[in-house]
């Protein structure tokens, strides 16, 4: 386990707090990629499932966390491969930016929705 830490580890400044993006590339470099295709496999058929029953909310999250299995995998592939295909990787780089407005997209919709349900309407409308 310490060589695929030491292979894939990213380079965050130690002397303040790391940011969201280092948190999510160092876990999706370091995690098992069989992971990754559970994440994605499982929760993309969620996605769809529960978006066809007009559970709009949980298909966002569903769909957010299928991305991001997607996003690990394109990002891991990356860092392994990308040297040794650079035709491929300019594909791969096209599909983790997809892959990773789709993971950000719903849940910033989202909690942007429960913030304006919380405030609710305006006195006197």
């Known amino acids: 386990m310490a060589g695929v830490l030491e292979k894939h580890?990213?380079?965050v400044d130690t002397a303040s707090e790391p940011t969201l993006s280092d948190l999510a590339t160092r876990f999706?470099?370091?995690?098992?990629?069989?992971r990754l295709y559970q994440v994605l496999h499982l929760a993309l058929p969620v996605a769809i499932?529960?978006?066809?029953?007009?559970?709009?909310?949980t298909a966002g999250w569903s769909l957010a966390i299928a991305?991001?299995?997607?996003?690990?995998?394109?990002d891991q592939w990356l860092a392994q491969s990308a040297a040794d295909n650079p035709k491929r990787a300019r594909?791969?780089?096209?599909?983790?930016?997809?892959?990773?407005?789709?993971?950000?997209?719903?849940p910033?919709?989202?909690?942007l929705e429960a913030f304006l349900r919380?405030?609710?309407d305006a006195p006197g409308h």
């Open 67 to 74: 991305s991001f299995g997607a996003w690990g995998l394109a």
């Open 49 to 57: 499932d529960v978006a066809l029953r007009g559970w709009w909310r």
């Open 118 to 120: 919380l405030l609710g």
């Open 9 to 11: 580890d990213v380079a």
């Open 108 to 111: 910033i919709v989202l909690v």
């Open 28 to 34: 999706a470099r370091t995690t098992v990629p069989r």
């Open 91 to 106: 594909w791969v780089r096209a599909v983790r930016v997809g892959a990773a407005v789709l993971a950000a997209a719903p």
